[in-house]
């Protein structure tokens, strides 16, 4: 009876340790990105304060870093000021005339852990719609709609997707402040149990059902 008591814990202990390991899978990465109207432009992959323009639009990059919980992370911190932290980086809109219609955005997002992530970066591409003008208050926008917003990676224990999620920004009036909004997103992840915690766990529901047949047994002689 201690040995199958052994057993059953060790199983349950199993399970609650692939449940924990899923709920608490550390990702970090950052973020590089680039405009482009005609031919496709190649954003960078240095984990640098980088910037790219196109007229009155500014996007700035990223890092982030945080744990999974119940497989969930949100990577979605606000704006930073000067330096972007814990987003997929930042739009910074100035005031001025801009037809944003048939521009381009790539943005590649890079991970340095969980270990083993495959691809390690990947390129998401967007098309930029919308208009601003320098008149009135508030006058238009812009819109970023990504084309691939979700991909898939897999990684040292499991597999994970990222999703990138498309925004929007208004327009700025004359003598208004820059307008800044950050770029988010968010990974859902399963994390695969070792070998070994799943025979950890056949070995306990084994051991339940076995003593569980002795038991019934027992009660058969009895009556």
């Given at each position: 009876?201690?040995?199958?008591?052994?057993?059953?814990?060790?199983?349950?202990?199993?399970?609650?340790?692939?449940?924990?390991?899923?709920?608490?899978?550390?990702?970090?990465?950052?973020?590089?990105?680039?405009?482009?109207?005609?031919?496709?432009?190649?954003?960078?992959?240095?984990?640098?304060?980088?910037?790219?323009?196109?007229?009155?639009?500014?996007?700035?990059?990223?890092?982030?870093?945080?744990?999974?919980?119940?497989?969930?992370?949100?990577?979605?911190?606000?704006?930073?000021?000067?330096?972007?932290?814990?987003?997929?980086?930042?739009?910074?809109?100035?005031?001025?005339?801009?037809?944003?219609?048939?521009?381009?955005?790539?943005?590649?997002?890079?991970?340095?852990?969980?270990?083993?992530?495959?691809?390690?970066?990947?390129?998401?591409?967007?098309?930029?719609?919308?208009?601003?003008?320098?008149?009135?208050?508030?006058?238009?926008?812009?819109?970023?709609?990504?084309?691939n917003p979700s991909?898939?990676?897999v990684f040292d224990?499991?597999?994970f997707t990222l999703?990138?999620?498309?925004?929007?920004?208004?327009?700025?009036?004359?003598?208004?402040?820059?307008?800044?909004?950050?770029?988010?997103?968010?990974?859902?992840?399963?994390?695969?149990?070792?070998?070994?915690?799943?025979?950890?766990?056949?070995?306990?529901?084994?051991?339940?059902?076995?003593?569980?047949?002795?038991?019934?047994?027992?009660?058969?002689?009895?009556?």
């Amino acid at each position: 009876m201690k040995i199958a008591s052994r057993i059953i814990a060790a199983a349950c202990a199993a399970s609650a340790f692939a449940t924990t390991a899923q709920a608490q899978t550390t990702f970090t990465g950052f973020t590089n990105a680039c405009f482009y109207t005609v031919v496709s432009c190649v954003p960078e992959n240095t984990n640098v304060n980088a910037t790219d323009a196109n007229g009155l639009m500014t996007y700035r990059n990223s890092t982030f870093s945080g744990m999974t919980s119940g497989g969930f992370l949100g990577i979605g911190n606000a704006p930073g000021v000067g330096v972007n932290i814990d987003n997929l980086g930042s739009f910074s809109l100035t005031n001025g005339t801009q037809n944003f219609a048939g521009g381009f955005f790539n943005l590649r997002v890079s991970f340095s852990a969980p270990s083993g992530v495959v691809p390690p970066n990947t390129v998401f591409t967007a098309n930029l719609s919308g208009n601003v003008t320098a008149l009135g208050t508030d006058n238009g926008g812009f819109s970023i709609m990504f084309t691939n917003p979700s991909q898939n990676f897999v990684f040292d224990g499991g597999s994970f997707t990222l999703n990138v999620n498309s925004l929007s920004v208004q327009g700025v009036g004359a003598n208004a402040p820059d307008r800044n909004v950050a770029l988010t997103g968010f990974i859902t992840a399963t994390v695969v149990p070792e070998p070994s915690t799943y025979l950890l766990m056949a070995a306990g529901l084994a051991a339940v059902g076995m003593f569980s047949r002795r038991r019934q047994a027992v009660r058969v002689r009895a009556s």
